[in-house]
């Protein structure tokens, strides 16, 4: 019973961030399976347990339970998160008398540092889509978008027609949680642009890249992987890599070339600037090759 009224809650808690909060189709797909995960959890250690008479020691569990079965920080992490949202939810709907989550604390976790590219990789890519046949120049395209503009694959598959300025050179993007953002397309990007839509010919579609089966439909997050996957191996032998990667390449190529933080945050669509701060890490060889060039103890 406390089972399937914890899924009602659950269930609440989603519409409400889905009308409410106008979360992503992707967040609100995370938050379900996280709670799930954690109401499996508390069934399997006490039938009577639900989410309105439980105290922090049951979060504490959870949280050990996940550690002893080997999950990455970043999966406990985001875990927390979703309760911590959902008990923020209850708080506001007068629920619970108080937040328990609140008196969670979440593990540090130490952030790796992310696969990129270097710029010499970069051209190489650029170079191997067949521009022979449309394929060819639909891969071009999104390769140079992803390098040129950071998109996550998300947001790039689901660029729209209309939202898309190749004149200025910008497009309008509705990043996570539904928040508008615009970014920039250099010039190789938007050269790429306008050849695929001279071949292409889909100006009666909605999304700049439609799916084969509907117009109203754009091309799937899996089929753009897989592409980029395929070119990726061209050039490196890191399988690590992934569309993710030319996101990565962007923000540290840009730092390099003099870029300020708060600049490649904002066109990242990054909320909280930590989330930035690890590509300076990465910076480190430039930090030091400015050094020698400036310090006078440095050559």
């Known amino acids: 019973m406390n089972k399937i009224k914890n899924?009602?809650?659950?269930?609440?808690?989603?519409?409400?961030?889905?009308?409410?909060?106008?979360?992503?189709?992707?967040t609100i797909r995370n938050y379900k399976n996280d709670l799930l995960k954690f109401n499996e959890f508390l069934f399997s250690y006490d039938n009577e347990l639900n989410f309105l008479n439980i105290d922090k020691?049951?979060?504490?569990?959870?949280?050990?339970?996940?550690?002893?079965?080997?999950?990455?920080?970043?999966?406990?992490?985001?875990?927390i998160a979703s309760i911590k949202s959902m008990y923020k939810y209850l708080t506001f709907e007068g629920?619970?008398?108080?937040?328990i989550a609140s008196l969670i604390i979440a593990p540090k976790i130490t952030k790796k540092i992310?696969?990129?590219?270097?710029?010499?990789?970069?051209l190489k890519l650029m170079s191997l889509p067949d521009l022979n046949t449309i394929d060819g120049y639909m891969h071009k395209s999104i390769l140079e978008i992803f390098y040129s503009t950071g998109?996550?694959?998300?947001?790039l598959v689901r660029i729209r027609i209309k939202n898309l300025d190749v004149k200025k050179n910008v497009i309008k993007i509705s990043g996570k949680g539904n928040k508008e953002?615009?970014?920039?397309?250099?010039?190789?990007?938007?050269?790429?642009?306008?050849?695929?839509?001279?071949?292409?010919?889909?100006?009666?579609?909605?999304?700049?890249?439609s799916?084969?089966?509907?117009?109203?439909?754009?091309?799937?997050?899996?089929?753009?992987?897989?592409m980029v996957k395929r070119y990726l191996s061209k050039v490196t032998n890191n399988e690590r890599m992934s569309?993710?990667?030319?996101?990565?390449?962007?923000?540290?190529?840009?730092?390099?070339?003099?870029?300020?933080?708060?600049?490649?945050?904002?066109?990242?669509?990054?909320?909280d600037l930590s989330s930035t701060q690890i590509y300076t890490h990465i910076s480190i060889d430039k930090i030091k090759k400015i050094y020698k060039q400036s310090h006078p103890h440095g050559k």
């Open 211 to 226: 799916s084969s089966y509907k117009v109203d439909s754009h091309l799937s997050e899996s089929y753009v992987y897989k």
């Open 57 to 79: 020691t049951a979060i504490q569990f959870y949280i050990e339970h996940c550690s002893k079965n080997k999950m990455s920080s970043k999966t406990i992490l985001r875990r």
């Open 7 to 26: 899924t009602r809650i659950i269930d609440n808690f989603l519409f409400y961030i889905k009308n409410e909060r106008k979360f992503s189709i992707h």
């Open 243 to 271: 569309p993710h990667s030319l996101r990565h390449s962007f923000a540290t190529h840009l730092l390099n070339n003099g870029a300020d933080l708060m600049s490649v945050k904002e066109l990242l669509g990054h909320e």
């Open 151 to 155: 998109l996550r694959i998300s947001e």
């Open 114 to 122: 992310p696969n990129y590219l270097s710029e010499k990789e970069v």
């Open 181 to 209: 953002r615009i970014v920039i397309l250099g010039l190789n990007a938007s050269n790429a642009i306008k050849n695929y839509l001279r071949v292409a010919k889909n100006s009666n579609n909605i999304y700049l890249y």
């Open 95 to 99: 629920l619970v008398d108080y937040n």
